[in-house]
């Protein structure tokens, strides 16, 4: 059984950091790509950010370029979000998932099959 567990949400002011934190258990991740994403309040779930566990290419929304990066450590089988210059529009609940499919569209939602609980993340202004 596939579990997904993030961690590292919370409030902070515009300008800090958080550094989320996924988990991943239940079978070898190796092949798999592991996605970002967010739903703020009245908004769809949208894309942040993927990466291949084989060969650790990463992806990114262009909403969030240069201020967040994607990371994976295999031998924790543990993605991380390090997010830094936060704004308040990045307010939104983020949730990690994963990935098996070859179609290339890493951003697009309905290719991840494995999605965990997500985790709060409040920018204020």
């Known amino acids: 059984q596939v579990q997904l567990v993030e961690s590292g949400g919370g409030l902070v002011q515009a300008g800090g950091s958080l550094r989320l934190s996924c988990a991943a258990s239940g079978r070898t991740f190796s092949s798999y790509t592991m996605g970002w994403f967010r739903q703020a309040p009245g908004k769809e779930r949208e894309f942040v950010a993927s990466i291949t566990w084989s060969g650790g290419r990463t992806y990114y929304a262009d909403s969030v370029k240069g201020r967040f990066t994607i990371s994976g450590d295999n031998a924790k089988n543990t993605v991380y979000l390090q997010m830094n210059t936060l704004k308040p529009e990045d307010t939104a609940v983020y949730s990690c998932?994963?990935?098996?499919?070859?179609?290339?569209?890493?951003?697009?939602?309905?290719?991840?099959?494995?999605w965990g609980q997500g985790t709060q993340v409040t920018v204020s202004s």
């Open positions: 998932a994963a990935s098996r499919s070859l179609s290339g569209r890493y951003y697009d939602r309905h290719d991840y099959a494995y």
